[in-house]
């Protein structure tokens, strides 16, 4: 018996590592700001988008294998923020703070979508309107949790939408497939898919942001 749990022990514990690393590797990495923004950098950086509020959830899945990968919430309310937890996508020009990067521009919001669309990745964008109460509290609770450890982005992400009103069925899971496919069920998500063949380092779609941004916002 003892023989069989060592055994069964030894597998599961691969395989939790293997899809560790398959997290690393697409984006639900361990913290790589060194340190938060300051108060004033964040709060030059605040944009109000014009659109209604709103919740995206955004799923990375693997080419390969098709397994998700990573998991990150977009929250339009007084401000537009993304709660990247475990992020690896950081940017001089987007400040951050407890994995939340603020002033989500249409510019940054599409920055944000192709560094993490690749030749390995691609991005499930799923959108649902809220409330403006609900929005809110989406904000508060992204803005509080704090920086998330690595593998512990889908775990994060799924615990405060559970904590909003419409969202408590959503399951409490590490894995992020689940998370969007029970995000899909809810009344009025649109979902669109993300697909693009440049390289799978994401680093060089940073770096092309610095040197040749995209259009300004409109």
């Keep these: 018996m003892i023989r069989l749990f060592a055994k069964g022990w030894a597998l599961w514990r691969a395989a939790f590592l293997a ?36 919740l995206t ?7 390969r294998s098709g397994a998700g990968a990573h998991t990150s919430l977009m929250v339009n309310a007084s401000q537009r923020v993304i709660f990247d937890p475990a992020g690896s996508v950081r940017h001089s020009a987007v400040p951050e703070s407890g994995d ?44 509080d949790n704090g920086a998330v450890g690595q593998t512990f982005c889908t775990q994060s992400t799924s615990s405060i939408l559970r904590k909003l009103p419409g969202f408590e069925d959503m399951p409490a899971t590490f894995f992020p497939l689940k998370l969007s496919q029970s995000f899909a069920k809810l009344p009025g998500v649109t ?28």
Excluded at 28 to 43: F, G, V
Excluded at 193 to 217: H, M
Aim: with cysteine.
């Design 100 to 143: 939340v990067l603020y002033g989500i521009t249409p510019r940054i919001e599409a920055f944000y979508e192709s560094a993490h669309a690749r030749a390995t990745y691609h991005v499930i964008v799923q959108q649902i309107e809220v409330s403006p109460a609900v929005a809110e509290q989406a904000l508060r609770l992204v803005q």
């Design 19 to 54: 899809f560790a690393a398959s997290l690393a590797l697409a984006g639900c990495a361990a913290n790589t700001s060194p340190t938060d923004s300051s108060p004033d950098e964040i709060q030059r950086a605040v944009y109000r988008h014009d659109g209604p509020p709103a």
């Design 57 to 63: 959830l955004f799923t990375m899945v693997s080419n």
């Design 191 to 218: 979902s669109r898919t993300i697909y693009e063949n440049d390289s799978d380092d994401k680093q060089l779609a940073i770096e092309a942001f610095t040197v040749a941004p995209p259009a300004a916002d409109s």
